[in-house]
């Protein structure tokens, strides 16, 4: 075998623009799943070990199993901004880096949370299937189904972490709407603060004064169930909830409570837990919920320059030991 040769395991088929760029490398032997399925656990520790290198996402379990199979990997480059599929604490305590992409899906995350506001608030999603199913009938004074949208001009818009997507879609509602900006975040964000006049509150009061709760923080430990029954419980009942990050930061059988209770007036999610989300799930009827099937990231420049971050992760570390954007621990 030639050492100097380095084996890159590609775990899905990414946009081509990384790939060529790693299949045009010197030195570089790329491998790639090309299967529309994610590889299985064992499919991936059995590809890993003939590999140096991983590139991988969001659906490949990167977890203690995996690293002690493969703890010969010189390299994690993950094709996504979250890498909550990846025990990072780990992977550092047996020498192996991760890469991500942060950035490259800020714009079009936001523009995700901001249309699922917005279809939220005026029932869009529910107004297409009443076509679908022949009931769009004589024009209602009173809304379809006797019940109308909602206006967000002059709303409260409460974002739970102010990080690059967070500050996006609060510019949109700022911009759009002349929303006033909360936002719970570890951090102070200077720039929401002095652009947006955003206020940093504590999480109790971004729940009870916002009309429009979005989350976009990452899943940890700390933020798993974070909106859970007694966060709906908080909200005001005309509220809207939006999510756009990860599906278990809400605790999805009290949000599925809250809205039928009337303890929160909709919810627009672009993340589910689980995911896929069963196609006759209660939340896919009812009239103030939008679901999207994790779509945030995915226009084309977007996907592209993921998939050329991620490859550069892997290219840079080879070329000169530093990882462009690499996780830190
Ligand atoms: C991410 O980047 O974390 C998105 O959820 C998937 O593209």
Not at 53 to 75: G, Y
Not at 167 to 184: E, I
Not at 228 to 250: D, Y
């Amino acid at each position: 075998m030639n050492t100097d040769i380095k084996r890159i395991l590609v775990t899905r088929d990414f946009p081509d623009k990384g790939i060529e760029r790693l299949k045009e490398r010197a030195g570089f032997k790329v491998t790639l799943w090309d299967l529309e399925r994610p590889m299985a656990p064992e499919e991936l520790v059995e590809g890993a070990k003939s590999h140096d290198a991983l590139l991988c996402t969001l659906s490949d379990r990167i977890d203690k199993a995996f690293l002690d199979a493969c703890a010969h990997l010189e390299i994690i480059s993950q094709y996504a901004v979250g890498y909550d599929n990846i025990d990072v604490a780990y992977a550092d305590s047996l020498g192996i880096p991760v890469g991500y992409t942060p950035d490259a899906m800020t714009e079009a995350t936001a523009d995700i949370s901001f249309g699922l506001m917005i279809a939220t608030a005026r029932q869009m999603f529910f107004m297409h299937k009443i076509i679908i199913d022949g009931q769009w009938g004589h024009f209602r004074p009173k809304g379809n189904m006797g019940v109308l949208g909602q206006a967000l001009k002059g709303r409260t818009l409460g974002i739970y972490g102010m990080g690059r997507i967070g500050l996006c879609m609060a510019q949109r509602c700022h911009g759009a709407y002349g929303m006033s900006v909360l936002y719970w975040s570890r951090s102070s964000n200077a720039e929401a603060e002095k652009t947006l006049g955003a206020v940093r509150v504590e999480f109790d009061e971004l729940l009870a004064q916002s009309d429009v709760v979005s989350a976009h923080c990452a899943l940890t430990p700390d933020t798993r169930h974070v909106f859970n029954r007694a966060a709906f419980k908080r909200m005001k009942p005309t509220g809207i909830f939006i999510n756009t990050a990860r599906g278990p930061i809400h605790d999805e059988a009290a949000l599925l409570e809250a809205l039928e209770t009337g303890e929160i007036w909709g919810a627009g999610l672009d993340v589910t837990d689980p995911e896929p989300m069963a196609k006759d799930h209660p939340l896919l009827s009812m009239p103030n919920v939008c679901v999207l099937p994790h779509i945030g990231s995915a226009t084309k420049e977007a996907r592209e320059l993921m998939s050329v971050m991620a490859a550069e992760n892997i290219i840079q570390f080879y070329d000169t030991g530093e990882i462009p954007h690499q996780v830190s621990v």
